[in-house]
């Protein structure tokens, strides 16, 4: 007995059906990639512990500044894809500017896509210069973008290591080029140092603060533990 085929215009509508329906697909990711390049990056919130803190501290990172990627939608999905990859030592709070980002070591893709990356291996919260890089983005909430829209001198700066909270003010806010690499260099100031691209993307926004105390996360003012209690920015 012969075997059925599906009618040729059948197969032909079937066709031409599910091209329609990948071309829709495609266009509503095109239209609406940046919203969904946010929501990748507002999901990471990773539960932070002394523990976990210790724990990635050991943890290897890249500080090869050559091969960081701008911020596209396949960086920041590859990124959520391996968060593995991702070794969060502290949490960054600036309440006035609504910035809280988890802290993580190094500048890879993976660390600059979702958090505050350290730029150097040896620096140590409360010690000398402590230099984090973060991408600013078209979102005003997203990542350092809320540095450019928001930060202003006298504002302060918290760090966390889950220990010991470190309390710095902003003293500094400014534009600089791209190749002064030396503000990330070690200093014997207590200082915390936070570099992101200014909107061109060609230049640098610097903000830096001056230390002010440390002092034992149990210690730490009410509003402050609450600020490191509440989400991330990345909304």
């Known amino acids: 007995m012969a075997d059925k085929k599906t009618p040729k215009p059948r197969r032909m ?27 990748l990056i507002s999901s990471y ?7 976990s803190v210790k724990k990635s501290e050991k943890k290897p990172a890249s500080y090869d500044f050559g091969k960081v990627k ?4 396949s960086t920041v999905a590859n990124a959520r894809w391996n968060t593995a990859n991702i070794h969060v030592i502290g949490e960054l709070l600036m309440p006035q500017s609504k910035i809280h980002l988890p802290i993580a070591k190094g500048v890879s893709n993976e660390v600059l896509a979702l958090t505050a990356g350290t730029m150097r291996p040896d620096q140590k919260m409360g010690e000398g210069n ?14 350092f973008s809320p540095l450019y829209w928001k930060t202003r001198v006298g504002q302060n700066i918290y760090l966390t290591n889950a ?7 902003v003293s500094v806010r400014k534009f600089i080029k791209a190749t002064d690499v030396q503000v990330v260099a070690q200093t014997k100031r207590k200082l915390v140092t936070l570099i992101t691209c200014d ?8 903000i830096r603060g001056t230390y002010v105390k440390q002092m034992a996360y149990k210690d730490a003012p009410t509003a402050v533990q609450k600020g490191f209690h509440s989400g991330f920015n990345n909304k």
């Open 70 to 73: 701008s911020l596209d939608f």
């Open 13 to 39: 509508r079937w066709f031409w059906s599910t091209i329609f329906v990948l071309l829709l697909i495609v266009s509503l990711a095109l239209i609406f990639n940046e919203q969904i390049k946010n929501w």
């Open 130 to 143: 402590y230099p984090l890089a973060g991408h600013h983005m078209t979102s005003q909430t997203i990542l």
């Open 163 to 169: 220990k010991q909270v470190y309390v710095y003010k």
């Open 45 to 51: 919130q990773p539960q932070i512990t002394q523990k």
């Open 199 to 206: 909107a061109t993307g060609a230049n640098r926004l610097m």
